[in-house]
């Protein structure tokens, strides 16, 4: 249970606005905000991080690093210093770590205790103890980690006893999980040996570059026809280094997907991230016919960086493959109202992960686009979007299910639809961009308490 269980629900409106202009900065990488906080917390010495999204999530792992034995010390606006307790020398936190919305924060957490001889107890809110960990659990269990309590179906709370001595196992992920993988790979940081991950389809792996900034042995070579073999040897002697971390791609996604969608707009998005594991959205809004200037190619702490020239656009139903899910995994929400405005059908295939994140997102999306008059369908593990060449009805409630993205997701429809959109509680939004309606504001978006 976490505070926000506790806190009436905030609804919030957007209004149909005018075109969006000016220039926005996205809130820092929430996937690299934790694992930058993680590897702290995993060497001996002191790490610089810039640039961290000081969003709920990553507090909640930066409350978790310090009850392991990191000193967290905030310098400024998303600047910190960390002395870190080092590989092998972590101390079982006192209480249980409340992760609250936190997917991520709590399976990669996992793997620190499950590859430490400590304990620790997970928990969050109703939304993290509805996600399965069992997915985590698993790998960990086979490396010598064991489960004390947990609820039914592999669901938080959850007691972990890690080990000392984890294992080194070779990895099979059932599914392209960046949390299955860096959950294994974090406990086979402390393994005597060395740990292998297979993945069929390449995720994100920004904990395989952040390994390697920190002085471990990571190699990664193809697997398969898109997939990846990734090998760590253990007990490396990590280092402390500075992470400056880029802005996040999933949450310039919603700027990006306004600006393309209000007529008139032309905004310009600074510093996004364009790890390739990550453009699947920007790739999809391309085939559309989206109207996207990438300026300014640089590399920025070890990330490809860029900024993007965004004008309203006509965009045209596409086929996005499956194979493109796991580079968009977080985007297709905001995928979904972008194909609402489109030309013609959009048919997203093989969105069976989307139904065990922060919500059921297939089931989520769906709801919403009925609230708002869009045609769409359901085929299997497929999303079907009906677009209205422009002309969206809106004017419905959007429920939110303590999902973050899909509350952005909705707001970015209503300032383009016919009639205002509603969403039931703008709470969650905090978890990963907390300066949404003040950002999007400064560019002409319309937001009213409802
Ligand atoms: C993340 C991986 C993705 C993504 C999540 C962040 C990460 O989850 O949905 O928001 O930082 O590793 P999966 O790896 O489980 O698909």
Redesign the pocket.
Known sequence: MSSHDLLPPNPLRAVQSGPLRGTLKPPGD???S??AFIMALLCVGETQIEGLLEGDDVLRTGAAVAALGAKLTHLGPGNWRVQGAGLGTLKSPGETLDFGNA??GS??MMGVVGGHGITARFDGDASLRKRPMR?ILDPLLQMGAQVLEEAPGGRCPIHLQGTPEPLPIEYHTP????????AVLLAGLNSPGTTVVYEKEA??D??EKMFRHFGADVTVKPHGEHGRKITLIGRPNLKPATVIVPADP?SAAFPLVAALVVPGSDVTITGMMMNPLRVGLLTTLLEMGADIQVMNPRLEGGEDVADLRVRASQLQGVDVPAARA?SM??EYPVLAVAAAFAKGQTRMRGLQ?LR???SDRLAAVAAGLAATGVDHEIIGDDLLVSGGAGTVAGGGRVETHLDHRIAMSFLIMGLASAKPVTIDDEAMIATSFPTFKSLMGALGAQFEAA
């Open positions: 929430k996937s690299i934790h694992r997917g991520t399976r990669l997915r599914v392209a999980s960046a949390q299955i993988k860096s995720s994100r920004h904990s999933s796991p995994i977080d992960e065990v994140k922060e």
